[in-house]
């Protein structure tokens, strides 16, 4: 059975990489569904992936590490919710000329959200796809880890988590240390992260076949306070 040319949705964190994964190497996913291309919004005032705030340049190179290409879409700054649709409605049109089947998102639980992408692609002819819907983020924080994601929090909502998490490593010893109030995959927003390594990176084909896995080396630079949130600025080492 020929598989179904689809887009990721990708933020560059860990749930946009596990959903990669997931479509790669799942038995429910990886017969039907083949991953073109990686989906990405991108402030083009500062050079930085939206909302996760991490340099373009990381972008490529996760693009590179998972040998897939970026279909980036330049958001200029400020950005009005208009303005985001009408590019995004442009992107889809662009997606089925070219014959692809649908969109592929890492959402968890938020329902709002997932209603809102559906609704937002209903009448593209463009299928949304929720590969890691509804799997429960203590559970999943800790299969990301034990799996080998390395992501880094660049982006804290200081609000609902103190900024000291700002740069650190996602790994056993910091879900230790959340507050009980604080999702482990950071669902509400509480905290986003870029991802350096993990089987996302495998190439296509994956270890079985030959594929080498893929990371990129990363160091924490400057950590700022910029429009509510704290960023790690994250340098290539």
């Not at 887009?7 to 996913?29: F, I, Q």
């Not at 040998?67 to 950005?79: A, N, S």
């Not at 996602?170 to 950071?186: R, S, Y």
Request: charge should be negative; charged fraction near 25%; include cysteine.
């Amino acid at each position: 059975m020929t598989r179904k040319p689809i887009l990721l949705s990708w933020s560059g964190g860990k749930d946009s990489a596990w959903a990669l994964h997931l479509l790669r190497n799942s038995p429910e996913y990886r017969s039907e569904f083949e991953v073109v291309g990686l989906l990405t919004t991108v402030n083009q005032h500062f050079g930085r992936v939206a909302m996760h705030g991490f340099r373009e340049e990381l972008l490529d190179r996760q693009g590179e590490a998972a040998g897939l290409p970026l279909w980036k879409v330049p958001l200029p700054w400020p950005c009005s919710n208009e303005v985001y649709e009408q590019l995004m409605a442009g992107v889809c049109a662009k997606a089925v000329a070219e014959g692809l089947h649908g969109i592929a998102f890492g959402d968890l639980f938020l329902e709002d959200i997932r209603e809102y992408r559906v609704a937002k692609m209903a009448g593209t002819g463009l299928e949304p796809i929720f590969p890691c819907w509804m799997i429960p983020t203590d559970e999943l924080a800790r299969s990301m880890i034990a799996a080998g994601i390395r992501a880094h929090l660049v982006c804290v909502d200081p609000r609902k988590l103190d900024k000291r998490f700002a740069g650190r490593v996602l790994d056993e010893a910091l879900l230790a240390e959340l507050p009980e109030t604080v999702d482990p995959c950071g669902e509400r927003g509480e905290f986003h992260t870029f991802v350096s390594a993990g089987p996302c990176f495998l190439n296509p084909g994956g270890a079985s076949s030959g594929g080498k896995s893929g990371s990129i080396d990363v160091s924490v630079g400057e950590i700022v306070e910029r429009d509510n949130f704290v960023y790690a600025d994250l340098l290539t080492a």
